[in-house]
């Protein structure tokens, strides 16, 4: 994982001063790491019998994509208001300054289903926690919750339900 870790770049004040923003562009451009992202992924989960994973736009969707193709599982997207084309189920939740929405498609999981949702970022939980609860409300067997990285000094875990399972590839 030092390998990883030394290739994500902090960008100081970004999107906002203040904010030290995990870039993870210079991780999935470097071979080695894009490799080793997918390997350390599908070693979590390829014995949980995981038929689906949700991606996270925008950037959720890279280490999904590729944990779903590593372990033989469909992937979903959870998408920003109005771009995906069916019918959806949406959650508002609170950001700093005003709401956010996220959407997936009504038809996208099932009962039968186990998940893994995914986001590149653990900061203050508030955009997976939606998240969990939009696909929560599809019912599916089990949901699993991943992280690129965890930053730990945000108390992120504390937005998802304590008994969710959650895992990080790296924490600060
Ligand atoms: P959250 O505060 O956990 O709801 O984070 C919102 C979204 O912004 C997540 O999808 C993260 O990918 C992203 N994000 C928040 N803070 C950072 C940060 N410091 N570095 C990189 N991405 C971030």
């Excluded at 350390?40 to 590729?66: C, H, N, P, Q, W």
């Excluded at 970022?121 to 991943?146: E, F, Q, R």
Aim: no cysteine; net charge neutral.
């Amino acid at each position: 994982m030092d390998y990883i870790k030394s290739k994500v770049r902090d960008v100081i004040d970004f999107p906002t001063k203040g904010v030290v923003f995990k870039d993870l562009t210079t991780v999935f451009k470097d071979p080695k790491a894009l490799h080793i992202i997918g390997d350390e992924l599908a070693a979590l989960y390829k014995d949980k019998g995981v038929t689906k994973v949700v991606g996270i736009e925008s950037r959720g969707f890279i280490g999904g994509s590729i944990l779903a193709y590593e372990i033989g599982a469909g992937f979903v997207p959870a998408r920003k208001p109005g771009k995906l084309p069916a019918d959806t189920i949406r959650m508002e939740y609170a950001k700093e300054y005003g709401t956010d929405v996220i959407e997936i498609h009504r038809d996208a999981i099932g009962p039968d289903d186990i998940v893994v949702l995914h986001d590149d970022v653990l900061a203050t939980g508030g955009t997976m926690a939606a998240a969990y609860k939009l696909v929560a409300s599809l019912k599916p067997k089990k949901i699993y919750v991943n992280f690129i990285i965890e930053l730990s000094m945000l108390g992120g875990r504390a937005a998802l339900p304590a008994d969710v399972d959650v895992t990080s590839l790296i924490t600060y």
